[in-house]
């Protein structure tokens, strides 16, 4: 009696715990094996599972300890393994830009036996110049026999506006009775089907 309390002994236990979603983009999760290499002020580096990273004034990535998370450095997207360490750096100067959709392509089959009146919608998702990305809708209605016309929309708040989809672009398409694409020329490619009564592919 007397003679106090001892540890008998520690187990480490590296299994996979919940993941969350924190709503903070710098942190992180490892699902499976491994552990994020931090390194302190002193230039020690040492293992973690914990991934509740913020971002220093720097740019750099860091434990709630200021410590720095490393990876292999990067050049033109291709990365070293080779390399020694380095921070991991995410302020918006490193960040690839984004680049803007300018053009879309879509293959469509549109029923050449359709009553004029018919429709027909189909999604297809862009990006803006922030990255950010957007679903236009393309819809086509049958104006006559071989005809048909097409609008583009977009959600009215990817805007800033409110109310119904914004019209974007409009446009018309005819076929011959081969159902060959024979206006607009320029922008379309033709692409007939050949196991059914369609139109070319647009």
């Known amino acids: ?117 018919a429709t027909y919608s189909a999604p297809i998702t862009v990006y803006d110049s922030l990255g950010e990305s957007h679903v236009l809708t393309v819809n086509y209605v049958n104006t006559a026999a071989n005809a048909w016309t097409y609008s583009i929309s977009i959600p009215a708040a990817d805007v800033g506006a409110t109310g119904n989809p914004v019209q974007v672009a409009t446009g018309a398409m005819t076929f011959n009775s081969s159902g060959d694409l024979t206006a607009p020329r320029a922008r379309f490619r033709e692409s007939p089907s050949t196991d059914s009564p369609m139109a070319p592919q647009t």
């Open 1 to 117: 009696m007397g003679n106090g309390v001892a540890s008998d002994g520690t187990v480490s236990n590296f299994s996979n715990g919940n993941i969350n979603d924190t709503g903070i983009s710098s942190n992180m999760a490892l699902q499976g094996n491994g552990f994020f290499v931090v390194q302190s002020d002193s230039g020690q580096n040492s293992f973690t599972r914990a991934g509740d990273f913020t971002v220093n004034a720097q740019g750099q990535l860091t434990t709630p300890q200021g410590q720095l998370v490393m990876g292999y450095p990067a050049t033109a997207g291709v990365v070293s393994t080779s390399s020694a360490l380095v921070p991991i750096v995410v302020n918006a100067a490193n960040n690839i830009p984004a680049s803007a959709t300018t053009t879309f392509t879509m293959n469509t089959n549109l029923n050449a036996t359709s009553a004029v009146g």
